[in-house]
């Protein structure tokens, strides 16, 4: 291609304004207002830390409970197969946690 052609090629880029759902540091957590504004932000916060947690807890458990610390490269079916396993498995030990603590508590 020619530098002309080139240039016809090029266009204007468009602004994109992503919104990122990072939770806030610890410091400027407690650095808050004790206000409105101020307990709706920790509120916010909270949701925040909550769903991470929730979603970092298989990952905890496939690599620090079930041994996977490396990727080994066997395949893209093969790879995908172990981690849909240990993903199911890791989700079978959430749930085996939830139902002993429910039948410690008394519940039938």
């Known amino acids: ?4 052609d080139i240039k016809a090629l090029k266009y204007e880029p468009r602004i994109r304004v992503e919104r990122w759902m990072v939770a806030m540091r610890c410091g400027k957590r407690r650095a808050l ?4 504004a101020g307990r709706l932000l920790e509120q916010r916060e909270r949701t925040k830390s909550s769903i991470r947690a ?3 807890h298989p990952f905890h458990i496939i690599k620090n409970i079930l041994g996977l610390k490396k990727a080994r490269y066997r395949g893209l079916a093969r790879n995908t197969a172990q981690l849909f396993t240990l993903f199911g498995l890791a989700n079978l030990l959430i749930a085996k946690r939830r139902l002993f603590a429910l039948h410690a508590q008394g519940a039938s």
Do not use: C
């Open 33 to 36: 207002p004790d206000t409105a």
């Open 54 to 56: 929730k979603v970092e």
């Open 1 to 4: 291609m020619r530098t002309r």
